[in-house]
T-cell receptor
């Protein structure tokens, strides 16, 4: 089955800096790659997603890039703010079916 | 914005007891899921449900688990005989159609088995 590796497990940045989180996946048939933000004790919330027919997608300060050949995708957050502090999970799936999640990255943005 | 509703928010149960976790997916969504998250760990897939039947299930979803959509609105997860290791946050999720991949997760039920 699919295996998703995520790194780093923790990331500390200064407010205003950029943050990059990387994921690799194993199943070349996976074609949907969402990113979720999870605050303590809360539900995962979709922040951005990308399908395999697109190499990059941007939404304000958040962008995701996908390299299908290398089977990796990355989340980029620019101009980080303290409210960006949370655990971020990447995931992969085939056609939106079962999501296989990465292990999560705890992002801490220091004011 | 439509929400996926889960009840209860927290359930404490004795080992060996049966529990039923309840979910009300978004009304026009067609695909339903249960995931769990052990404290401090990643979210893990349990089961997916479409057209009144299970479409996929993970190794975690053994004979102790079952799902049901009893009345066209609720979507339940039953654990027949709970074990200590079933303690986790259980998330229900739904999505609209086959072409719309985006999930909406519920707020979760924290299950504590003592």
């Amino acid at each position: 089955g699919e295996n998703v590796e995520q790194h780093p497990s923790t990331l500390s940045v200064q407010e205003g800096d950029s943050a990059v989180i990387k994921c690799t996946y194993s199943d070349s048939a996976s074609n949907y790659f969402p990113w979720y933000k999870q605050e303590l004790g809360k539900r995962p919330q979709l922040i951005i997603d990308i399908r395999s027919n697109v190499g990059e997608k941007k939404d304000q300060r958040i962008a995701v890039t996908l390299n299908k050949t290398a089977k990796h995708f990355s989340l980029h957050i620019t101009e980080t703010q303290p409210e960006d502090s949370a655990v971020y999970f990447c995931a992969a799936s085939k056609a939106g079916n079962m999501l296989t999640f990465g292990g999560g990255t705890r992002l801490m943005v220091k004011p | 914005e439509p929400e996926v509703t889960q009840t209860p928010s927290h359930q404490v149960t004795q080992m060996g007891q049966e529990v039923i976790l309840r979910c009300v997916p978004i009304s026009n969504h067609l695909y339903f899921y249960w995931y769990r998250q052990i404290l401090g760990q990643k979210v893990e897939f349990l089961v997916s449900f479409y057209n009144n039947e299970i479409s996929e299930k993970s190794e975690i979803f053994d004979d102790q688990f079952s799902v049901e959509r009893p009345d066209g609105s609720n979507f339940t997860l039953k654990i027949r005989s709970t074990k200590l290791e079933d303690s986790a946050m259980y998330f229900c999720a739904s999505r609209l159609t086959g072409a719309n991949y985006g999930y909406t997760f519920g707020s979760g039920t924290r299950l504590t088995v003592v």
